[in-house]
């Protein structure tokens, strides 16, 4: 079965690091977007960013911009969040998924049909 399991969340100060990884079991995904969405307590999901089957191209939220880098190596199934300069407001569950359908646009939810199970970053102020 496909199995996408999410690690590096924690508890950081403000203006500190993170790095987020995702690995994929059962199948490989070398060809599919794989991207980051997060949701905040009270929020609903929201994107954060996304990268492509070969790492050639990436996408961001104005939010992350500058402070964020996503990159994946395909030899390992895996995708990854670099998150620098954290803010209280990047709080939230953070969640990978693969983008199995093609759509229009990959900043929404729309596409994405394997989800891994979140992990948590909390930043304090």
């Known amino acids: 079965q496909v199995q996408l399991i999410e690690s590096g969340g924690g508890l950081v100060q403000a203006g500190g690091s993170l790095r987020l990884s995702c690995r994929a079991s059962?199948?490989?995904?070398?060809?599919?977007?794989m991207g980051w969405f997060r949701q905040a307590p009270g929020k609903e999901r929201e994107f954060v960013a996304a990268?492509?089957?070969?790492?050639?191209?990436?996408y961001y939220a104005d939010s992350v911009k500058g402070r964020f880098t996503i990159s994946r190596d395909n030899a390992k199934n895996t995708v990854y969040l670099q998150m620098n300069s954290l803010k209280p407001e990047d709080t939230a569950v953070y969640y990978c998924?693969?983008?199995?359908?093609?759509?229009?646009?990959?900043?929404?939810?729309?596409?994405?049909?394997?989800w891994g199970q979140g992990t948590q970053v909390t930043v304090s102020s």
């Open positions: 998924a693969v983008r199995t359908r093609v759509y229009r646009v990959v900043t929404t939810e729309t596409g994405y049909d394997y």
């Open positions: 990268v492509s089957g070969s790492g050639d191209s990436t």
């Open positions: 059962g199948r490989t995904f070398d060809s599919k977007i």
